[in-house]
């Protein structure tokens, strides 16, 4: 017998509740992924990517993966043993970014930085005279952190610039082209509110010539993919994968709901939605975690009060509100707490609600 499964208010790190019209599309009927109508929606899904991107790039599309998955190619794609890989490390996204370069057999340069700081753009620039690659995270997630992707591209010479943008696209301002960045990749489950399972994914001409010829990943091979998405033109592809139709329907529908609202909208929505939630969590005496000035407004980070429980507040948050909000990563696992309002969520509704649901929580739980 199907279980049906609670109703959440997905306030963490993501996911986050979708879009009622996603929600929708998901109900479409299944079509072949070779079906003319289909190739049509890829297209037209595609282009809608590159809206939300701010990018020309032919080769941008939905890889049929999570962001995990986007950074696999992202990195797969265009590393190879001995390549100079300059990580910028400011977070545990940034962390993965460097252990997958690692496992692709770079010469990995890694900039730390301590969790809660922007990436310094002048360490990371100065870290290697000529890398192949210079890869950061614009938002990272485990921190709540922004960092200054439009420097890194100013200076980033001869190198390729690799940005993670899972927690950004769709919910803060993103300039793929302007900022320089040529190799891109995102998640559907935060501020698209589509569910997880796509990485909205770039690459610049300048990137796709360099690329490894021969990766190690078939299934992410750039070049392959190119006769399928991105690149191709017209109904006649190259068969390469089965792509997952009913989750291209549904981010479509995301992406047809941002659009109409108007991209610049959207991000002006987020960053008040957050900025309203930083000033009622400091108004109840809580200390925010991320430095000053460099605050998502997609993911607050915000610090357990000494005495209290992070795991006794999630969980009566859950079960009494049926909310979620997130714990920490790493040393911070039980001292600091992720808020996220994105998509659907970045609204006033939203704050008041996770404001008024913490506030009883913690007399609760005291």
């Not at 282009?47 to 995990?68: E, F």
């Not at 690692?102 to 890694?110: D, L, S, W």
């Not at 690329?211 to 592809?237: K, M």
């Not at 008040?272 to 407004?297: D, K, N, S, V, Y």
Request: aromatic residues 8%; contains cysteine; charged residues 20%.
């Amino acid at each position: 017998m199907t279980e049906t499964l609670p109703f959440r208010y997905l306030f963490g790190p993501g996911p986050g509740n979708a879009y009622p019209e996603v929600m929708s599309a998901l109900s479409y009927p299944v079509i072949g992924h070779l079906d003319r109508a289909f190739i049509d929606r890829l297209d037209r899904v595609s282009a809608g990517l590159r809206h939300v991107w701010g990018t020309a790039n032919a080769r941008t599309w939905p890889l049929s993966a999570t962001g995990s998955g986007g950074m696999e190619a992202a990195f797969v794609n265009f590393v190879e043993p001995g390549d100079p890989v300059v990580v910028a490390v400011n977070g545990l996204f940034g962390e993965r970014m460097a252990e997958v370069a690692r496992r692709c057999g770079a010469n990995v340069v890694r900039v730390d930085h301590e969790y809660g700081q922007p990436v310094d753009v002048e360490r990371v620039l100065a870290a290697h005279p000529s890398p192949k690659v210079i890869a950061a995270v614009h938002a990272e997630t485990s921190t709540g952190v922004r960092s200054d992707i439009a420097a890194l591209g100013a200076g980033k010479g001869d190198a390729l610039l690799l940005v993670d943008a899972v927690t950004s696209i769709g919910g803060l301002e993103l300039r793929a082209d302007d900022w320089g960045i040529d190799i891109g990749y995102a998640g559907t489950q935060k501020c698209l509110g589509v569910p997880p399972g796509l990485s909205p994914f770039t690459v610049s001409e300048r990137a796709f010539e360099r690329r490894v010829q021969d990766p190690r990943s078939w299934y992410f091979d750039i070049g392959l993919l190119g006769g399928y998405v991105g690149a191709a033109e017209g109904h006649t592809r190259t068969y390469h994968h089965t792509a997952p139709v009913t989750m291209v329907a549904g981010l479509e529908a995301g992406l047809d709901r941002i659009l109409a609202e108007g991209l610049e909208k959207v991000w002006a929505r987020h960053e008040a939605a957050g900025a309203a939630l930083r000033a009622g969590l400091e108004a109840m005496g809580l200390e925010l975690f991320a430095a000053e000035g460099h605050r998502l407004p997609s993911l607050t980070t915000v610090r357990v009060p000494e005495g209290v429980s992070s795991a006794r507040v999630r969980a009566h948050l859950l079960d009494r509100y049926t909310l979620e909000i997130g714990a920490g990563v790493g040393k911070y696992a039980e001292t600091v707490w992720r808020i996220g309002l994105m998509g659907p969520n970045a609204s006033p509704a939203s704050v008041t609600l996770v404001l008024g649901a913490l506030g009883e929580a913690l007399a609760a739980t005291r």
